[in-house]
T-cell receptor, first 116, second 108 residues
Framework: EAQVTQNPRYLITVTGKKLTVTCSQN?????MSWYRQDPGLGLRQIYY???????DKGDVPEGYKVSRKEKRNFPLILESPSPNQTSLYFC???????????????FGPGTRLLVL | QKEVEQNSGPLSVPEGAIASLNCTYS??????FFWYRQYSGKSPELIMF????GDKEDGRFTAQLNKASQYVSLLIRDSQPSDSATYLC????????FGAGTRLTVKP
C-alpha cells in the first residue's frame, strides 16, 4: 500500500529536549516536505526536499532541521523545542514538485506535538 | 494581507444543496490551484486541481478559476453529510501556499 508514515503520532515533551519526528514514504517520491498546521493559520511549510541531499527552507524554518540521506526518509529535528512549536505536523511527498505534474501530494497521518 | 485567503466559516448547508467555497490569492504569478479536504483529526487529501481559467468538473465537484480576479472556488453539488469537513485551498506560484481552510457542515 502506497503511504507516508510518521512517528510518533503524539508526543509530549519539555522545553529544550531534542526530538526527532520520522517520516517515511514507500512510493519512490523525489519531493518531500514538512508542514505545521495551527488554528487560523492553515498549513505552513517548514522545509522541503527535492531529492537526496537537497533540502531548502520553507516559510517557517526557524527552530527546525531536516536531513535527506535516503530517498524514502525525511526526518524533522527540533534541537531545542519551545512551547511555540506546539502544533500539528504533517509530512508530505509527491513524485515531483507540486504543480510540475498532475501527481498529487500525499500527506502522512500527522504528529501532534505538545511542548511544555 | 494573507497570500491565500478563505472564509473560515463555518459554512452550513442542508443535505442535497450546493455548497460554494471560495478562495482568493495575492500572487498574480500563481499557476496551479488545488482543493484539499481535511476531516477532523485527519490529514488533507486532494480532491481537485485546476490550472486553466474556467470550470473543471469531477463528479459532484466543480472547481472554477478566474485568474484575472485571482479567485478560485469549489462547488459541491448534492451535498452529503459525509462532505462535512474543512476544505483547504492551495496555490502554487514559487512554492505551495495554503489557505487556513473553510469548515463546511452539511446538515441532514
Amino acid at each position: 500500500e502506497a503511504q507516508v508514515t510518521q512517528n510518533p503520532r503524539y508526543l509530549i515533551t519539555v522545553t529544550g529536549k531534542k526530538l526527532t519526528v520520522t517520516c517515511s514514504q514507500n512510493m519512490n517520491h523525489e519531493y518531500m516536505s514538512w508542514y505545521r498546521q495551527d488554528p487560523g493559520l492553515g498549513l505552513r511549510q517548514i522545509y522541503y526536499s527535492m531529492n537526496v541531499e537537497v533540502t531548502d527552507k520553507g516559510d517557517v524554518p526557524e527552530g527546525y532541521k531536516v536531513s535527506r540521506k535516503e530517498k524514502r526518509n525525511f526526518p524533522l529535528i527540533l534541537e531545542s523545542p519551545s512551547p511555540n512549536q506546539t502544533s500539528l505536523y504533517f509530512c508530505a511527498s509527491s513524485l515531483s514538485i507540486p504543480g510540475a505534474s498532475q501527481e498529487t501530494q500525499y500527506f502522512g497521518p500527522g504528529t501532534r506535538l505538545l511542548v511544555l | 494581507q494573507k497570500e491565500v485567503e478563505q472564509n473560515s466559516g463555518p459554512l452550513s448547508v442542508p443535505e442535497g444543496a450546493i455548497a460554494s467555497l471560495n478562495c482568493t490569492y495575492s500572487d498574480r504569478g500563481s499557476q496551479s490551484f488545488f482543493w484539499y479536504r481535511q476531516y477532523s483529526g485527519k490529514s488533507p487529501e486532494l480532491i481537485m486541481f485546476i490550472y486553466s481559467n474556467g470550470d473543471k468538473e469531477d463528479g459532484r465537484f466543480t472547481a472554477q478559476l478566474n485568474k484575472a480576479s485571482q479567485y478560485v472556488s469549489l462547488l459541491i453539488r448534492d451535498s452529503q453529510p459525509s462532505d462535512s469537513a474543512t476544505y483547504l485551498c492551495a496555490v502554487i506560484a514559487h512554492d505551495m501556499r495554503f489557505g487556513a481552510g473553510t469548515r463546511l457542515t452539511v446538515k441532514p
